[in-house]
């Protein structure tokens, strides 16, 4: 299994960014495809998932801005992000894992399968 994650950038405040995660050895559409943000000097956290049967989830700092999309097809996840803010700088992680329930789908130690990491700075 590989995700390749794509699309990090600095922005201004307000700009916008999309970040791409590719996966292959793993069908997108049979596991949960979530993003991951890591700030210097702090935990890893929840930024939004998508589970395998489409369902939705964001955690609230990012509700209203940011949007994740999966491509089938395409086998790949996406994070829209709009309205940047300074506290969104960090390196945004992608990850999956097959048979997540809802509860766990934020638990960033629930996961087998990462990304290496793309960067977001957002500054003015």
């Known amino acids: 299994v590989q995700l390749q994650a794509s699309g990090g950038g600095s922005v201004q405040p307000g700009g916008s960014l999309r970040l791409s995660c590719a996966a292959s050895?793993?069908?997108?559409?049979?596991?949960?495809m979530t993003w991951f943000r890591q700030a210097p000097g702090k935990e890893r956290e929840f930024v939004a998932a998508v589970h395998w049967s489409g369902g939705k989830s964001y955690t609230d700092s990012v509700k209203g801005r940011f949007t994740i999309d999966r491509d089938i097809g395409k086998n790949t996840v996406y994070l829209q992000m709009n309205s940047l803010k300074p506290e969104d700088t960090a390196v945004y992680f992608c990850?999956?894992?097959?048979?997540?329930?809802?509860?766990?789908?934020?638990?960033?130690?629930?996961?087998?399968?990462w990304g290496q990491g793309t960067l977001v700075t957002v500054s003015s």
């Open positions: 050895g793993i069908a997108s559409s049979r596991v949960a």
């Open positions: 990850a999956a894992q097959a048979g997540l329930i809802t509860s766990t789908l934020r638990n960033h130690r629930a996961y087998s399968h």
